[in-house]
Nanobody, 128 residues
Framework: QGQLVESGGGLVQPGGSLSLNCTAS????????IGWFRRAPGKQLQGFAC????????FYGDSVKGRFTVSRDNAKNTVYLQMNSLKVEDIGIYYC?????????????????????WGQGTQVTVSS
């Protein structure tokens, strides 16, 4: 009955910024580590970020380190992804995922992790 819904995707120019929201309904988001995954056209699923149930812990893959920031507001049942300095290589469908642990799933891995909920995805396009 629970759902995880991403929003905020769209089209931006290279070097631009975009922010995504991930909102849970039907379950308590604060009980889970939340991972961010993306799928670029013609490529495998890639986990690139994860934030723990503790707000102060966030982890990033080399592909986005220094450019993307994950945060959460458990009172709003929402996780955020701020994306800056976007590149054409960032194009893809972005998913937030309620995980049982961040483990190494943020390290640009192609692996689909064990999960409780998986969002429907939102499209991010970077083009001039």
């Amino acid at each position: 009955q629970g759902q995880l819904v991403e929003s905020g995707g769209g089209l931006v120019q290279p070097g631009g910024s975009l922010s995504l929201n991930c909102t849970a309904s039907g379950f308590t988001l604060g009980r889970y580590d939340i991972g961010w995954f993306r799928r670029a056209p013609g490529k495998q699923l890639q986990g690139f970020a994860c934030i723990g149930r503790s707000v102060g812990s966030a982890f990033y893959g080399d592909s986005v380190k220094g450019r993307f920031t994950v945060s959460r507001d458990n009172a709003k049942n929402t996780v955020y992804l701020q994306m800056n300095s976007l590149k054409v290589e960032d194009i893809g469908i972005y998913y937030c995922v309620a995980l049982f642990g961040c483990h190494t799933y943020y390290q640009d891995n192609p692996t689909t992790p064990p999960y409780a909920y998986w969002g429907q995805g939102t499209q991010v396009t970077v083009s001039s």
